[in-house]
């Protein structure tokens, strides 16, 4: 399954796009029906949230990443298409590409993976540069390394 986490495409799309949203993490999906993939840029809401009740969000959009609701909308309305959620990306924003605690609690939903045949994307950027990507699967027990073709692979350390 490795050799199609990622086309060579959405892999340069999703390095693009952490670039751009620097200092801030980028996010966004693809979602997946037959051969058909759809690479979504999301808006990360994650500083309104934090303007709006810091209290309830402390972390901006310098450490943390959500899904605007419109684009939540957007991927409902491409769900209810007869696509599914095959990627979920987000960036880390100098920092490693690492699967962290915060992104397992994010993915967990009444102790099971929201989604678990997705593969999770994270890509760091460290002073506007791509340093590195990695990918991250569900294996029944915890959210597992999976190579990303083109990109090194060194496992889930930060």
């Not at 760091?124 to 569900?138: K, T």
């Amino acid at each position: 399954m490795s050799s199609d986490v990622l086309t060579p495409d959405e892999r340069e799309a999703i390095r693009a796009q952490a670039k751009e949203e620097y200092p801030f993490e980028s996010c966004g999906v693809i979602l997946a029906r037959g051969d058909q993939r759809r690479l979504l840029r999301c808006r990360n809401a994650q500083n309104e949230l934090h303007a709006r009740d810091p209290q309830r969000y402390p972390r901006d959009a310098r450490t943390a990443y959500y899904i605007d609701p419109k684009d939540l909308l957007r991927i409902g309305d491409l769900e209810r298409e007869g696509f599914a959620v095959a990627v979920i990306y987000h960036s880390h924003v100098d920092a490693g590409a690492y699967f962290s605690e915060t992104d397992r609690r994010q993915a967990v939903v009444g102790g099971e993976p929201a989604y678990p045949s997705a593969v999770y994307v994270v890509t760091s950027v460290v002073g506007g540069r791509v340093d590195a990507m990695a990918a991250f699967r569900w294996n029944g027990v915890d959210f597992a390394p999976l190579p990303i073709p083109g990109e090194p692979f060194s496992g889930d350390k930060p």
